[in-house]
């Protein structure tokens, strides 16, 4: 059956290749409010595309973009077919030829092969591909092998801000999925395509250290005084050994161990450390000792901080002893670990390392 | 000798409170343009008091506000008397009544025997103690005992910019003198006059940490790239052990120790831990071991972050890795220490800190 559904699929590449070429045309910028007719329009040619496989589809509305909300009919899937749940987003970042785009983002363009247009590779293209497949299995098996819940939203570039309520809505329809295929994954490299099995997960905190109750001078007050910022890095420096491995205790007590054929496996892909460090523009890769860059990356977790703010940040020198001292930091998480433990153990180890003279909440 | 001379002084009290009132009453604000006229005209005010007393007295003008200086003409004074310089500044800081005054900041108000205006206190006030001074010596004893070089500046408000290219111009004058007044001090507690015999010096230094060249996303490069805002709080904290010391080598080396019969003087002074946490606005001091508040914020050096910057502040959560972080610190250094000195430390200090993956500038 498989192969007469890639046979089929195959022969109709450029009729599908085409369709996809209609939905990228369509501008469904998120953020941009100018854009809204065309997000709309987005959301209306999916819906219309997802009835076009046989799957029963319909937008839910919501304050600022719809969702396309669609499941396989009964007649269209065997009766204790697995559930599987598909997530994948329509809305796109915003895109001009003057950031520095060879072709207009907007007029899908084949170029040696590939196909360039804003959201071909997020997450238009992906969606698309998934689209296809199922279309491929019903024209030849007439039926699916599962039962499908589609999900696709249009808010994922601006954060998602009303997916979870759409979830909550239609939590009776999702919550006897099976497994979860999200479409908005990379390719590990060109021709290599991937199948993306695990994502970390994430813990974001942000602390705030207050000192003094309002900013002090260095020279009136310096060294009688806990500062706040000087108390922020302290705290923030104990949170990692000199190994990259993060102090917090019990934080690697329950993180599965990465299994010898995996890592036997990710060795064995075109990777480079000299290629990662050129891609992140760095001089070389650092992390937790005992473990390849992708091991650090994939499966690995890590506390790092995404930002960092006290005192006086402007131009020339001001002697400010300041009031308080802020930073968000996030962690990521990996497979066994409980993010609930995790906290209690967090906002503990804040407690036991937070200097006297500055109180952090 | 002093005696009548303070009896005179005493006797025209109330003359020389009302000359005070008139400087005052002039809104000599060098931050705001429409001042200028104002911080002019408080120059000139003091220029024509300095030649009231006998001084030779001049303008010197800059890009900006003008400084006063005068000098004492040699039959004003012995032939080899000392020469003394005095430095003091006539501009005042922005007040408007809605800032929670009780009276217009510049309509002088005695109450309850306090001289209430904008700078009474900063710095016009101890200005004119010192000319009220002069002229009662000059009255008596009809010259001066030293030789005297006044230097007033109407940009000490605003950073002092022109402050430097003025002394360098009248380097020859200035370079004989054998000590310097400051009048610009404070008095410890109502009722308790202090002369202020030794300010902390400054060493101000902003840092740099560059890691990745762009801003990274956590969850594609977390754990596998060296975070600068990890590496600048790392360094940041290795800068101070527990006990509220700097850990640079050799920072306190040359540091003189406080004399005992000083540490008496201090302890006698009125001055409580309470008090000053009050006055601070934090529930305790805090600062390096074996030392009182008075003796950390007088006369022991530190190192304190001024200010610090990396990566996200905003609301809400952002996962990403910044390129780069950034701290303003400063030291203040006591006698005996040499700033070039701690500068070479405090620079090899960094290198030698500096964690794998980052640059420092």
């Known amino acids: 059956?498989?192969?007469?559904?890639?046979?089929w699929a195959d022969k109709n590449r450029g009729r599908w290749l085409e369709d996809l070429r209609q939905w990228l045309a369509i501008p469904s910028v998120s953020t941009q409010q100018s854009h809204d007719a065309d997000v709309a329009a987005a959301a209306e040619w999916a819906?219309?595309?997802?009835?076009?496989?046989?799957?029963?589809?319909?937008?839910i509305s919501t304050p600022r973009h719809p969702c396309v909300f669609a499941t396989t009919p009964a007649s269209l899937c065997p009766a204790h077919a697995p559930h599987i749940l598909f997530y994948g987003h329509y809305d796109v970042q915003p895109a001009q030829i003057e950031d520095g785009w060879h072709t207009p983002?907007?007029?899908?363009?084949?170029?040696?092969?590939?196909?360039?247009?804003?959201?071909?590779?997020?997450?238009?293209?992906?969606?698309?591909?998934?689209?296809?497949?199922?279309?491929?299995?019903?024209?030849?098996?007439?039926?699916?092998?599962?039962?499908?819940?589609?999900?696709?939203?249009?808010?994922?570039?601006?954060?998602s801000i009303n997916l979870p309520t759409v979830m909550e809505q239609r939590r009776d329809?999702?919550?006897?999925?099976?497994?979860?295929?999200?479409?908005?994954?990379?390719?590990?490299?060109?021709?290599?395509?991937?199948?993306t099995c695990g994502l970390r997960g994430l813990m974001y905190y942000q602390m705030e250290?207050?000192?003094?109750?309002?900013?002090?001078?260095?020279?009136?007050?310096?060294?009688?005084?806990?500062?706040?910022?000087?108390?922020?890095?302290?705290?923030?420096?104990?949170?990692?050994d000199g190994q990259g491995r993060v102090t917090l205790s019990g934080f690697y007590d329950d993180v599965a161990d990465v299994e010898e054929a995996l890592r036997r496996q990710w060795r064995s892909l075109p990777f480079t450390d000299d290629q990662f460090a050129r891609e992140a523009g760095i001089k070389t890769p650092f992390g937790e000792t005992g473990y390849t860059t992708l091991e650090r990356k994939w499966i690995r977790p890590t506390l790092d901080i995404n930002g960092l703010w006290s005192g006086y940040q402007g131009p020339g020198a001001k002697t400010v002893l300041p009031a308080r001292a802020s930073a968000k930091l996030s962690m990521r998480l990996v497979p066994n670990q409980n993010p609930q433990k995790i906290a209690t153990a967090f906002e503990a180890f804040i407690q036991q390392i937070?200097?006297?003279?500055v109180a952090v909440t």
Chains 1, 2 share one sequence.
């Open 1 to 7: 059956m498989l192969d007469s559904v890639l046979i």
């Open 47 to 59: 819906m219309l595309s997802l009835r076009g496989i046989g799957l029963t589809a319909e937008l």
């Open 354 to 357: 937070t200097p006297p003279g």
């Open 105 to 159: 983002p907007f007029k899908p363009t084949v170029k040696n092969g590939d196909l360039i247009a804003r959201g071909s590779s997020d997450d238009k293209g992906q969606v698309h591909a998934h689209l296809a497949a199922l279309l491929a299995w019903r024209e030849i098996a007439s039926e699916l092998p599962v039962r499908l819940t589609v999900l696709l939203e249009g808010e994922e570039e601006i954060g």
């Open 173 to 195: 329809q999702l919550k006897s999925a099976q497994a979860l295929i999200i479409s908005d994954c990379n390719q590990f490299a060109p021709g290599l395509p991937a199948l």
């Open 209 to 240: 250290v207050q000192g003094p109750a309002a900013d002090l001078h260095s020279g009136l007050f310096g060294g009688a005084v806990a500062n706040p910022a000087n108390a922020l890095v302290e705290m923030l420096a104990r949170m990692h």
